[in-house]
Nanobody
Framework: QVLLVESGGGLVQAGGSVRLSCAPS??????????MGWYRQAPGKQRELVAR???????NYADSVKGRFTISRDNAKNTVYLQMNSLKPEDTAVYYC?????????WGQGTQVTVTS
């Protein structure tokens, strides 16, 4: 099991920006992952994919965040980021980091993002 450590999140006004970070604990490299991504879950709703980056560098985004959110990875810091711009109240949710490695799926503890109007 991979322990994913998340940071970022918090309270932000609509139109603002937030950056989330996710790093695997120990000596596990993000490049050993088949894919890493961010999901979110709003109250009363199912968890949904926000963005992911596959080992070759391909990225996928939910339609609702395209053009506003960017997923990236930093080799030196062994960290995956989710830069969220032009935030909307409907982006309010708990955001979870996700990693897939050879069929094993791991999740971070979740970080709350609240966007006020």
């Amino acid at each position: 099991q991979v322990l994913l450590v998340e940071s970022g999140g918090g309270l932000v006004q609509a139109g603002g920006s937030v950056r989330l970070s996710c790093a695997p604990s120990g000596s596990i490299s993000i490049f050993s992952m088949n894919a890493m991504g961010w999901y979110r879950q709003a109250p009363g709703k199912q968890r949904e994919l926000v963005a992911r980056i596959i080992s070759g560098g391909t990225t996928n985004y939910a339609d609702s965040v395209k053009g506003r959110f960017t997923i990236s990875r930093d080799n030196a810091k062994n960290t995956v980021y989710l830069q969220m711009n032009s935030l909307k109240p409907e982006d309010t949710a708990v955001y979870y980091c996700n990693a897939v490695r050879w069929g094993q799926v791991d999740w971070g503890q979740g970080t709350q993002v609240t966007v006020t109007s």
